[in-house]
């Protein structure tokens, strides 16, 4: 979820968000939640030799969390969907071109599935995920300020 906040400077100068990937859902975590995981798996024995697979509660489009967003600034905040070839041109003027790739790969062929949903997080800490409204809360002082 703290992905969102590279928005900071859009939002800074208007009330319109662009990004990649716009038609691929997500379901982003919680930092928190990723804290009391990790919390759990290393005060006890019970996860010793285990992968744990983390996600949010449910998948969402960025047009999604920019409508949340907004809502919870109390702003009318819009989605633009860059097209690839803006969104390859503004990666590529900001990171490796292996980078580039990489979520291209993860993204547009699905390589990574950040979709799917995984019971982790209430399995181990006996609540479910934190939600992304939840988490715009927590942070809607970060988005006044800029």
């Known amino acids: 979820m703290s992905k969102s906040l590279r928005w900071l400077p859009q939002l800074s100068v208007g009330d319109a968000v662009r990004d990649a990937f ?3 859902p997500v379901a982003m975590i919680d930092p928190c939640d990723i804290g009391a995981v990790a919390a759990s798996a290393l005060t006890s024995s019970e996860f010793v030799g ?3 697979m983390l ?3 449910e998948p969402l489009l960025p047009a999604d969390r920019v409508r949340v967003l907004g809502e919870v600034l109390g702003r009318d905040l819009t989605f633009v969907g860059l097209s690839d070839e803006e969104a ?8 490796p071109a292996e980078y580039v790739r990489a979520f291209f790969s993860f993204y547009r062929d699905g390589t ?6 995984h019971p982790t997080v209430e399995q181990v800490t006996g609540r479910p995920p934190r939600d992304f409204r939840t988490w715009a809360q927590a942070y809607a002082g970060e988005f006044a300020t800029h």
């Not at 990574?112 to 949903?117: K, N, V, W």
Request: hydrophobic residues 45%.
């Open 112 to 117: 990574l599935g950040e979709s799917r949903l």
């Open 55 to 57: 996600s949010g509660p």
């Open 22 to 24: 716009g038609s691929v």
């Open 50 to 52: 285990q992968v744990l």
């Open 88 to 95: 390859r041109a503004e990666m590529s003027a900001a990171m």
